[in-house]
């Protein structure tokens, strides 16, 4: 058990679908972070939220929409992917100047 | 433009061995330099982490050295065990936080029995 708990841990979805992934932390972290993994590329940040303020956008496309309720939830809505979009895609969370503490990810294939 | 760059991307070493990971970062306000270690269906988890006022620092049989100079640093395993068949990711900060991380792009070590 990671403390960073995702859901679901696979997820197929066509170009068309909407979905919905979901992020639960039980450290008591004030940030949530979402990261997309791809093979043989480094991780790449996508959203910061701090507080349930959203800190850092990195120029991520519009079809990727997050949402972080409260400090222990964080959610990353998916509308009209790519197939390029595939990827493993992780939590992490932190509290203030802590290392990030990674969720074991969803696996999203887009066909 | 990548900022850490990681290297080998592939490592195979026989129980028993010394496994060395390499990465030089170009960021000179990078602070933190902490390594990741991945099992496959699992998130990245903090192994060791290095901060440039030292040059080098070990924990059980992990050891990361650090050169400032030449913005390189490693991670050394010694007595490499099948157990330790990750992948593993540099990663470093401007923050003392750690948690603002450019990641380098991964080395998977297979050490076999």
């Known amino acids: 058990e990671t403390g960073v708990t995702q859901t679901p841990r696979h997820l197929v979805m066509g170009m068309t679908n909407k979905k919905s992934l979901k992020c639960e932390q039980h450290?008591?972290?004030?940030?949530m972070y979402w990261y997309k993994q791809s093979a043989k590329k480094p991780l790449e940040l996508m959203f910061v939220y701090n507080f349930k303020e959203q800190t850092e956008n990195n120029s991520v496309p519009s079809r990727f929409s997050p949402e972080c309720p409260n400090s222990s939830h964080l959610f990353l809505h998916l509308h009209t992917l790519q197939p390029e979009d595939s990827a493993l895609y992780l939590c992490?969370?932190?509290?203030?100047?802590?290392?990030?503490?990674f969720g074991n990810g969803t696996r999203l294939t887009v066909t | 433009q990548q900022q850490v760059k990681q290297s080998p991307q592939s490592l195979i070493v026989q129980k028993g061995g010394i496994s060395i990971i390499n990465c030089a970062y170009e960021n000179t306000a990078f602070d933190y330099f902490p390594w990741y270690q991945q099992f496959p269906g699992k998130g990245p988890a903090l192994l060791i982490a290095i901060r440039p006022d030292v040059s080098e620092k070990k924990e059980g049989r992990f050891t990361i050295s650090f050169n400032k100079s030449a913005k390189q640093f490693s991670l050394h395993i010694m007595d490499s065990q099948p157990g330790d068949s990750a992948t593993y990711f540099c990663?470093?900060?401007?923050?003392?936080?750690?948690?603002?991380?450019?990641f380098g792009e991964g080395t998977q070590l297979t050490v076999n029995p």
């Open positions: 450290l008591g972290h004030n940030a």
């Open positions: 992490a969370s932190s509290l203030d100047y802590s290392p990030l503490h």
């Open positions: 990663a470093a900060s401007r923050e003392t936080s750690g948690s603002r991380l450019t």
